[in-house]
């Protein structure tokens, strides 16, 4: 059988920017076709900003990695054209079990907010989301959009200047230099830029292994996430098993410290590690196994001159909490509006230290989350298997315990707190849409709120009058007109007016909320978006 | 520092409070007795509910010991 990961979904063609005398210069080139340099790309070009990828391999993610994906980077996604294909493919899941030992200590359900168009989680392998983006470059590239995907182009050297950058780059065919105004190394945790450049990336690496097998299996266990502390299959450790589409079982068995890592991938070790998890008689085919430490680490700053890192070259995190894809999406949301304002000459360039700034702060509290996780799922001295153990036990007993439960916190959207872009809060309304917040979603009848957001600027009126544009210094707000009457369900004037009667709310094109105000002062507006701008 | 935590004598039963908690250990495993201790940090934790007080406490907790 012929897997997605496989067959090549880029291959290698030859491209003009290799014959030329000078190097040709390109707005915008990105290092690495992952997740987040391909949905970087698709934001960028989508907007009308030339970008190529190049990626030293030609097709997708090897093996198993990211499976879950929340609600706002799907926000995004729909924002970039294929967050439906994603639900479609997707297998959704709201509940989640803890079990400690032989019982079932712990339930939750991610709720559902009415009126959100997309759901809390998916699962899906990150081959077919890679596969969904790929496709969807595809499609634009059918309509004219000016992006290109250059497979087996492997950056070998990086010269940055003060007013672009160089790249060496090795393929089949040899290799050839390139230019971009602008570069975004999203080239994995590994990242040679960040090596090329020199710069660093620390943090705390733990030491516990995972055994992390994708299996095949018609079992009729519930589309759950089901976590296991101590069960009686995997003595001591930890275990997971959750579905993904197409009857693939995620199971990630925690195997402890010293190990010998080739031995435990063999089949004839890993197969009975599953049977005890899953009974004798289960059967089932291993379609992928890997053996993994994990780490919490990021660069101390994610912009070097004209060389912006995002996705797990600036950061990474343990899967727990499902934190890595789900956050390099943002990065990609958080670079594409601000870098085609720098590009048209709408923005200086010190708006992408805002990029820096408001990533770090998001990392930071990734980081923050996923390190907690891992230290209760892997406690580092016997005290805190107690104090952990402890916990599990009156869990079972009493709600007050199951808040400490600590098997991973999912993945929310981060709030730009205290950031530079952000104006003084000047509306009395929900903290949920406080100045840096994400807009959450709202139905709008047949619509929702978020779709009608799009990319750009917008002035959202509820209730309240005002313009139906204004410009200021190049950069356009378009308004949205909205009376909180559109919604009976109340979600919109729930989220954005609370006991406020009207509201102004300006948005920036990643759809994060930039200033409020309950009527349209119109320099107290204008002030606002030369902020959002990195003009003030 | 604040000084939310109470650190002047509270207990309703002081005496009889110390008993119950050494006979609870009574004839248990020192690993037994560890969970039993650890549960009850979070039952009164989860009682007293207030940060601050909390922090107090272990500060207080790890600036009272007997230096040998
Ligand atoms: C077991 C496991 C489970 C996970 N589960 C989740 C999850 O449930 N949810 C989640 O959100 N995240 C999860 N993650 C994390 C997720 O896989 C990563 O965060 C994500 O892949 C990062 O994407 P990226 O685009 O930054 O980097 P990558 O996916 O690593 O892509 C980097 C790309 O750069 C290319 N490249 C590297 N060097 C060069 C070069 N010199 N020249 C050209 N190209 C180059 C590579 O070929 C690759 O295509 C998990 C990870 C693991 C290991």
């Known amino acids: ?536 | 520092m604040s000084d939310k935590l109470i650190l002047s004598p509270n207990l309703d039963n002081a005496d009889g409070f110390f008993d119950a908690l050494a006979r609870a250990h009574d004839g248990l495993e020192k690993s037994t007795s560890d969970a039993l201790n650890a549960r009850l940090i979070f039952l009164l934790a989860n009682h007293i509910g207030d940060d601050e007080v909390l922090t107090e406490a272990l500060k207080a907790a790890q600036t009272s010991g007997h230096n040998r």
């Open chain 1, 1 to 536: 059988m012929s897997k997605i990961f496989d067959v090549p979904l880029y291959a290698y063609e030859h491209s003009p920017d290799q014959d030329e005398g000078m190097p040709a210069r390109h707005p915008v080139v990105i290092i690495g076709a992952g997740p987040v340099g391909l949905a970087t790309a698709i934001d960028l070009a989508q907007q009308g900003i030339k970008t190529v990828i190049l990626d030293d391999n030609d097709r997708v993610s090897f093996g198993s990695r990211a499976i879950c994906f929340a609600k706002r980077p799907l926000e995004i996604l729909d924002r970039l054209g294929c967050g439906e294909a994603m639900v479609k493919r997707g297998v959704q899941w709201d509940t989640g079990k803890v079990f400690f030992d032989t019982r079932q200590v712990y339930e939750f359900s991610l709720t559902e907010e009415e009126g959100h168009k997309n759901p809390a989680f998916i699962n899906l392998q990150q081959y077919t989301f890679e596969q969904v983006l790929v496709e969807r470059i595809r499609e634009m590239q059918a309509e004219g959009a000016p992006i290109e995907i250059r497979g087996r182009n492997k950056v070998e050297a990086i010269g940055q200047h003060d007013t672009h950058v160089t790249l060496e780059v090795e393929t089949p065919e040899g290799s050839y230099t390139i230019e971009a105004e602008w570069l975004v190394a999203c080239d994995g945790a590994n990242s040679p830029t960040r090596r090329m450049l020199g710069l660093d990336f620390d943090g705390q690496v733990f030491e516990d292994n995972f055994l992390i097998a994708d299996v095949v299996m018609k079992a009729d266990f519930p589309s759950e996430r089901w976590f296991w502390f101590d069960p009686p299959f995997n003595r001591g450790q930890s275990a997971l098993l959750h579905k993904q589409p197409d009857n693939v079982w995620r199971i990630d068995l925690q195997l402890g410290r010293d190990i010998d890592k080739e031995r435990e991938k063999r089949p004839e070790n890993v197969v009975p590690r599953l049977k005890a998890m899953l009974g004798d008689d289960a059967e089932f085919d291993l379609e992928w196994v890997s053996i993994y430490t994990f780490q919490c680490c990021r660069m101390e700053r994610f912009r070097h001159g004209r060389t912006l890192f995002a996705g797990d070259s600036a950061h990474q995190v343990s899967p727990f909490g499902a934190r890595g894809a789900n956050s390099g999406l943002q990065d990609a949301d958080n670079i594409a509006w601000k870098l085609k304002l720098v590009l048209e000459g709408n923005a200086p360039d010190t708006l992408m230290d805002s990029y820096n700034i408001e990533r770090v702060y998001g990392a930071e509290e990734n980081i923050l989350n996923s390190t907690r996780s891992t230290e209760f799922i892997t406690p580092k001295s016997e005290m805190s298997r107690i104090l952990r153990d402890a916990v599990l036990d009156l869990s079972a007993h009493h709600a007050f315990a199951q808040p400490l439960v600590n098997s991973g916190r999912l993945s929310v959207p981060c709030t730009y707190d205290g950031s530079m872009l952000n104006s003084a809060d000047a509306l009395a309304a929900p903290d949920l849409t406080r100045p840096g917040s994400p807009c959450p979603d709202a139905p709008l009848g047949d619509d929702h709120l978020l779709n009608k957001l799009g990319n750009s600027f917008v002035l959202l009126t509820i209730d309240a009058d005002a313009p139906d544009s204004f410009e200021e210094d190049g950069v356009t707000a378009t308004r949205l007109a909205l009376s909180a009457r559109d919604d009976p369900s109340l979600t919109l004037k729930r989220q954005y007016l609370g006991d406020a009667t009207s509201g102004i709310y300006l948005i920036r094109p990643d759809q994060h909320v930039a200033a409020r105000r309950e009527s349209f002062d119109e320099p107290h507006f204008r002030a606002a978006l030369r902020r959002a701008t990195g003009k003030e």
